[in-house]
């Protein structure tokens, strides 16, 4: 079972913050803050790392999940709420994707809806390699446009590591602002499905609501492929 953050409770603390019950990730970033804008040097048992080969031009946005791409992203995933692992980490997604029985696997899982729902990437044992392929094909966001079908990373505060925990964004709740007469929906918060989570980190599992001004959110970025110009 992982040791990383959990997906069970939420105070606005910083130094509380994190979300208990996120299973750790398989490697780490070696530096603090932001995550790096390629991959480099993760850790030697991610055994299926790669990156995207698409590249957009420097500057480009980056744009959204498709609704069709991520919805199919969303039911992949939800599918397989309540999967719980065995002894050892071992587990089904990290066995498909690498061929071990078991370690740490919330990006494992992540890999694997994405290879289900037929996109060549991500392919990461570690949320850092999630991360970059995501920066690589050019369709890494920040913190902005949440969609259903993205992936978003957690980051542990007061370590070394800013990679702990990796999902999938499941459903995002608006609320209704209002400015110069108009009205706007503007994101608040996320429901994330995520391997590797739960009160004992041992299974798939859905936490609701998390906002997103929790800062322990890295950001979160889309699966497909980006439009071509």
């Known amino acids: 079972m992982g040791n990383g953050v959990s997906l069970q409770k939420y105070t606005p603390v910083r130094v509380a913050s994190f979300i208990p019950g996120f299973g750790a990730s398989t490697g780490s970033a070696p530096s603090k803050g932001a995550p790096p804008s390629s991959p480099v040097g993760f850790s030697p048992v991610d055994s299926f790392e790669g990156s995207a080969k698409t590249k957009s031009a420097a500057g480009a946005k980056a744009p959204a999940s498709s609704d069709k791409t991520g919805q199919k992203l969303v039911d992949i995933a939800k599918k397989q709420e309540g999967y719980k692992e065995g002894p050892g980490n071992s587990n089904k997604f990290t066995q498909a994707m690498t061929g071990k029985k078991g370690q740490a696997w919330c990006a494992d899982f992540v890999s694997w809806v994405a290879k289900e729902a037929g996109l060549k990437s991500p392919r990461s044992s570690s949320v850092g390699g999630i ?99």
């Open 131 to 229: 991360v970059g392929q995501l920066k690589k094909q050019d369709t890494w966001k920040g913190k902005k446009n949440p969609q259903p079908g993205d992936a978003i990373a957690f980051n542990r505060p007061g370590t070394s590591r800013w990679d702990d925990h990796v999902g999938i964004i499941s459903k995002v709740h608006y609320k209704t602002v209002e400015k110069n007469g108009k009205k706007t929906q503007v994101p608040v918060s996320v429901d994330v499905i995520s391997g590797n989570s739960g009160s004992k980190t041992d299974g798939v599992y859905t936490r609701k609501k998390i906002p997103l001004s929790n800062p322990d959110i890295v950001g979160w970025g889309s699966m497909a492929k980006p439009k071509k110009k």
